[in-house]
């Protein structure tokens, strides 16, 4: 990328990738429908005014040099302008024997999914969506561990590149910032009794957006919306796989990690002690939140007594 800013006359571009310059002219209106800033036309040649906020592997492997996404980047980071699902795609990927390692990115996704039944609004390169394939030498029943620490993933990214916003975590797996949700985190897996065979962490950001739907407004925001800034998508996705890198050699390295995660994910979570909730699913309750057991599973005080909450909905209802 070190001559992205160069005029390259279109009938040099076709000879580059073997197409005509018509085609050439069809593809750089595509581009521009991506957001890329690309100036100029058929009779002058074209320029990028500005390298573009891509989440291409090129732009993202030299960041990533020592980490385990940054192995073969060239060919283990997969870049999509449009997917269905990047949790999807990795998934089958993995199932296909796609080393750990392995990302997947999204300019856009058209199903983009949450945890349940839930979707992820995914709107075109305003957001981060983004899955990693990781094959951890831990049981299944160690699973929820990963979503914890990709939240703490998140909020050092942010932290790195925009230390005025404070990310508050909400488990197991939302981030928010001024109490509305900018990030999600989706873990699957595939395992057997005793070992996980592979794990999918599916992390959704919003980046650069400057509304949502109207359905969302009241519980959706944005790192744009919090600052009236635009950031740079790479430089916050590369210091979120950075993070990750750390936490995962972390756990599969630390014995003590995971003690250490659950700590670090009280301390930054407001409402995993002391705060009034409700919990949809399985049959429902309420009560007051009394941290996270030994597992990670959150621990609530009820009418009935202390109960553990193993997954479901935790919707905040006040402060006790």
Same mark, same amino acid.
């Given at each position: 990328?070190?001559?992205?800013?160069?005029?390259?006359?279109?009938?040099?571009?076709?000879? =580059?990738? *073997? @197409?005509?310059?018509?085609?050439?002219?069809? $593809?750089?209106?595509?581009?521009?429908?991506? &957001?890329?800033?690309?100036? /100029?036309?058929?009779?002058? *040649?074209?320029?990028?005014?500005?390298?573009?906020?891509?989440?291409?592997?090129?732009?993202?492997?030299?960041?990533?040099?020592? @980490?385990?996404?940054?192995?073969?980047?060239?060919?283990?980071?997969?870049?999509?302008?449009?997917?269905?699902?990047?949790?999807?795609? #990795?998934?089958? #990927?993995?199932?296909?024997?796609?080393?750990?390692?392995?990302?997947?990115?999204?300019?856009?996704?058209?199903? *983009?999914?949450?945890? /349940?039944?839930?979707?992820?609004?995914? #709107?075109?390169?305003?957001?981060?969506?983004?899955?990693?394939?990781?094959?951890?030498?831990?049981?299944?029943?160690?699973?929820?561990?990963?979503?914890?620490?990709?939240?703490?993933? !998140?909020?050092?990214? !942010?932290?790195?590149?925009?230390?005025?916003?404070?990310?508050?975590?909400?488990?197991?797996?939302?981030?928010?910032?001024? &109490?509305?949700?900018?990030?999600?985190?989706?873990?699957?897996?595939?395992?057997?009794? @005793?070992?996980?065979?592979?794990?999918?962490?599916?992390? &959704?950001?919003?980046?650069?957006?400057?509304?949502?739907?109207?359905?969302?407004?009241?519980?959706?925001?944005?790192?744009?919306?919090?600052? /009236?800034?635009?950031?740079?998508?790479?430089?916050?996705?590369?210091?979120?796989?950075?993070?990750?890198?750390?936490?995962?050699?972390?756990?599969?390295?630390?014995?003590?990690?995971?003690?250490?995660?659950?700590?670090?994910?009280?301390?930054?979570?407001?409402?995993?002690?002391?705060?009034?909730?409700?919990? =949809?699913?399985?049959?429902?309750?309420?009560?007051?939140?009394?941290? $996270?057991?030994?597992? /990670?599973?959150?621990?609530?005080?009820?009418?009935?007594?202390?109960?553990?909450?193993?997954?479901? @909905?935790?919707? $905040?209802?006040?402060?006790?």
């Amino acid at each position: 990328m070190s001559h992205a800013t160069v005029v390259v006359s279109g009938t040099k571009i076709a000879e =580059e990738i *073997g @197409t005509s310059r018509s085609e050439v002219w069809r $593809l750089i209106q595509q581009l521009r429908e991506l &957001g890329v800033d690309v100036a /100029g036309h058929p009779a002058t *040649g074209y320029q990028l005014r500005a390298v573009p906020d891509l989440l291409l592997p090129e732009m993202l492997a030299a960041s990533l040099k020592g @980490t385990i996404f940054g192995k073969n980047a060239a060919k283990h980071i997969h870049h999509y302008y449009k997917i269905g699902s990047t949790n999807s795609e #990795a998934m089958r #990927a993995a199932a296909d024997g796609a080393p750990e390692g392995s990302v997947f990115l999204a300019e856009e996704q058209l199903s *983009g999914r949450g945890r /349940g039944a839930h979707t992820w609004h995914s #709107a075109r390169s305003t957001g981060i969506y983004c899955s990693v394939i990781l094959r951890p030498p831990m049981p299944p029943s160690d699973a929820l561990i990963f979503s914890l620490a990709a939240g703490l993933a !998140v909020r050092a990214a !942010v932290a790195e590149i925009a230390p005025q916003l404070k990310v508050d975590l909400k488990w197991p797996n939302d981030a928010l910032l001024n &109490g509305k949700k900018f990030c999600g985190i989706l873990t699957e897996m595939t395992a057997e009794v @005793t070992r996980v065979r592979h794990l999918v962490v599916g992390i &959704g950001i919003n980046v650069n957006q400057a509304k949502f739907p109207a359905e969302l407004r009241d519980i959706a925001t944005s790192l744009r919306i919090e600052t /009236g800034t635009e950031w740079s998508r790479v430089e916050l996705c590369a210091a979120l796989l950075k993070s990750l890198d750390r936490e995962y050699h972390s756990l599969t390295h630390d014995a003590a990690a995971r003690v250490a995660i659950m700590r670090r994910f009280e301390e930054s979570s407001s409402s995993v002690r002391g705060q009034k909730v409700s919990i =949809e699913e399985n049959g429902g309750l309420a009560g007051i939140t009394e941290g $996270l057991d030994e597992r /990670g599973f959150l621990r609530v005080r009820t009418e009935n007594g202390s109960q553990t909450v193993i997954s479901g @909905t935790v919707r $905040l209802t006040g402060t006790s």
